[in-house]
């Protein structure tokens, strides 16, 4: 799979079957099917867009490459040379480079390069295309054009499920109270509650314990005196 010389990697739990659908199964089934016309998912923070297209490059294996575009990576536009020629290509943070004239040059020639070579696109944005500030028409209207989905953030029964899902992976029994207790007391969005489930598997191996409140309440208890 073609990565990024700046040492962008893909994560290794990003895939399909790790990701809890909600409300989002007809995207998941979009971003599965075999096609060649070009996606644009957008949505907040967290609803799992940089998820969906490393699993998109995960299950489509070597012809797949991922590009994000976030501006703290400092790329230049040239950067994209070449990518069009990837089977399918998952350009993410797509709207970071809103307003940069040289950018979108490079956005519409890669849409129009991709296109004729028949390859798919998949981008991903917090907006959907006609909301984000372009300066360059013809990039646009090619941004308008894709197919548009907006991913739905999930209730507190998906992270529910999907703390369940991300714990069964890693072989862990998580009863439904002990998610519960979880979202209670820690930030909601998943990205946070994933990284203190990830801790606390640790600390259960560490201790030889399983994921029980007792348990739990003590490691959150412990976690707090570190960083404070």
């Not at 519409?108 to 028409?137: C, H, K, M, T, V």
């Not at 990039?139 to 499920?161: F, H, K, N, P, T």
Request: include cysteine; aromatic fraction near 8%; charged fraction near 25%.
């Amino acid at each position: 799979m073609k990565q990024l010389a700046l040492g962008v990697r893909l994560r290794a739990e990003a895939v399909f079957a790790s990701f809890w659908p909600g409300e989002n199964a007809e995207i998941v089934a979009a971003l599965k099917a075999a096609s060649a016309a070009p996606l644009w998912l957008w949505g907040a923070h967290g609803t799992g867009k940089t998820h969906l297209l490393q699993a998109v490059c995960a299950a489509t294996g070597e012809a797949a490459a991922y590009f994000p575009l976030n501006r703290s990576l400092a790329l230049p536009p040239e950067a994209l040379a070449g990518y069009e020629r990837s089977a399918v290509l998952c350009v993410d943070d797509v709207d970071a480079v809103a307003g940069d004239l040289a950018w979108e040059k490079a956005l519409f020639r890669l849409f129009n390069e991709a296109g004729d070579l028949g390859n798919r696109l998949i981008f991903a944005a917090a907006a959907p295309p006609r909301q984000s500030e372009w300066l360059l028409e013809d990039w646009r209207s090619r941004a308008a054009a894709c197919v548009v989905y907006q991913l739905r953030e999930i209730d507190d029964a998906g992270r529910v499920g999907a703390l369940q899902l991300r714990a069964a992976q890693r072989g862990l029994q998580l009863p439904v109270e002990t998610s519960e207790y979880l979202l209670k007391r820690m930030p909601r969005d998943l990205h946070s509650l994933f990284e203190v489930l990830d801790q606390l598997d640790h600390a259960s191996l560490v201790a030889q314990r399983r994921l029980t409140i007792p348990f739990i309440r003590d490691a959150l208890e412990k976690r707090a005196e570190i960083k404070s």
